[in-house]
């Protein structure tokens, strides 16, 4: 079964400065999407930025870039220019594309991000 | 266009009561995942429904049943309610079962007392 890890159970950055969250995760399959979700307080879960395994291209949103390093299983999220509205818990979340277990999300813990003025 | 609405915001029963929960999706999509998220964990994937046919399940026992309706909104059923059922209920609508994005709903905050 996938597994999703995120080893920082909250981090925090200062406002204007960049935070790097960690993710691994554990799978046999060679192609998969990637993905990091913000959940705010509201408790609605936002996706922030998707990487499809087949491209090695690291995937950028504005402020917000991935670090996808496939033979080590690993996906870091890079904020930068924090904001006081980046405060949020962040997960990471891995999907497969075929088999059984098609359409579902797997996720990490979550990492509460602080952001201080 | 609308988004994903989840009803009821809040609820509280229980233990053994039964209880549904109820999602619509976005406009356009047939398909509807619903989750589970334990205070201080991530969600959960319970079941999903692509055009009314459940469509893959996961490790949930099967006192967690739901439906799809044919405007593709859904309902989450929970019988025989447990204390460790408390959590906050996801769902989330796409277009398909592949490559294209959930949207997730605000949630329904359960507690079962």
């Known amino acids: 079964a996938q597994t999703v890890t995120q080893s920082q159970p909250e981090m925090s950055v200062q406002e204007a400065e960049t935070v790097t969250l960690s993710c691994t995760y554990d799978?046999?399959?060679?192609?998969?999407?990637l993905f990091w979700y913000k959940q705010p307080p509201s408790r609605q879960m936002i996706l922030v930025i998707r990487?499809?395994?087949?491209?090695?291209q690291n995937a950028t949103e504005n402020r917000f870039s991935v670090n996808f390093q496939k033979a080590a299983k690993s996906f870091s999220l890079k904020i930068s220019d924090s904001q006081l509205g980046d405060a949020a818990m962040y997960f990471c979340?891995?999907?497969?594309?075929?088999?059984?277990?098609?359409?579902?999300?797997?996720f990490g813990r979550g990492t509460q991000l602080t952001v201080w003025p | 266009e609308t988004g994903v609405t989840q009803s009821p915001t809040h609820l509280i029963k229980t233990r053994g009561q039964q209880v549904t929960l109820r999602c619509s999706s976005q406009?356009?999509?047939?398909?509807v995942s619903w989750y589970q998220q334990a205070l201080g964990q991530g969600p959960q994937f319970i079941f999903q429904y692509y055009r009314e046919e459940e469509n893959g399940r996961g490790n949930f026992p099967p006192r967690f049943s739901g439906l799809q309706f044919p405007n593709y909104s859904s309902e989450l059923n929970v019988n025989a309610l447990e204390l460790d059922d408390s959590a906050l209920y996801l769902c989330?609508?796409?277009?398909?079962?592949?490559?294209?994005?959930?949207?997730f709903g605000p949630g329904t905050r359960l507690t079962v007392l």
């Open positions: 979340a891995y999907r497969n594309v075929r088999g059984s277990t098609l359409g579902r999300l797997y």
């Open positions: 799978t046999s399959e060679s192609d998969y999407y």
């Open positions: 406009s356009g999509h047939n398909t």
């Open positions: 989330a609508s796409s277009l398909g079962t592949n490559k294209n994005e959930q949207f």
């Open positions: 990487q499809e395994a087949y491209k090695q």
